[in-house]
């Protein structure tokens, strides 16, 4: 079992970036698949981007491609997502999560920890 809680949210304008951290307990953090995943209000959660056990494959949605960057640091347990060039519609709480088992990247019942979410909001 793992316990995630994020960080690094908060008011940011249009154009600039932030970093939010996510925080992982257990010594098995390594052997989990990481994700990120934002909900804005009234719509769904939907998937930003993954990260594999080991870091070495990354995967995104394409409204944040090229402009947000997943990286994870096992020694330190947590996982990180870079966000730039942010936009109005960035604006969402977002909730790192851990998967055990390969069972699909993008979709929220293919993991199986969350955290309990960071607010995001980018002004115009």
């Known amino acids: 079992q793992v316990q995630l809680v994020e960080s690094g949210g908060g008011l940011v304008q249009a154009g600039g970036s932030l970093r939010l951290s996510c925080a992982a307990s257990g010594r098995t953090f390594s052997t989990y698949n990481m994700g990120w995943f934002r909900q804005a209000p009234g719509k769904e959660r939907e998937f930003v981007a993954h990260i594999s056990r080991r870091g070495a494959g990354t995967y995104y949605a394409d409204s944040v491609k090229g402009r947000f960057t997943i990286s994870r640091d096992n020694a330190k347990n947590t996982v990180s997502l870079q966000m730039n060039s942010l936009k109005p519609e960035d604006t969402a709480v977002y909730y790192c999560?851990?998967?055990?088992?390969?069972?699909?990247?993008?979709?929220?019942?293919?993991?199986?920890?969350w955290g309990q979410g960071t607010q995001v909001t980018v002004s115009s």
């Open positions: 999560a851990a998967a055990s088992a390969n069972r699909g990247l993008t979709g929220t019942n293919g993991y199986d920890y």
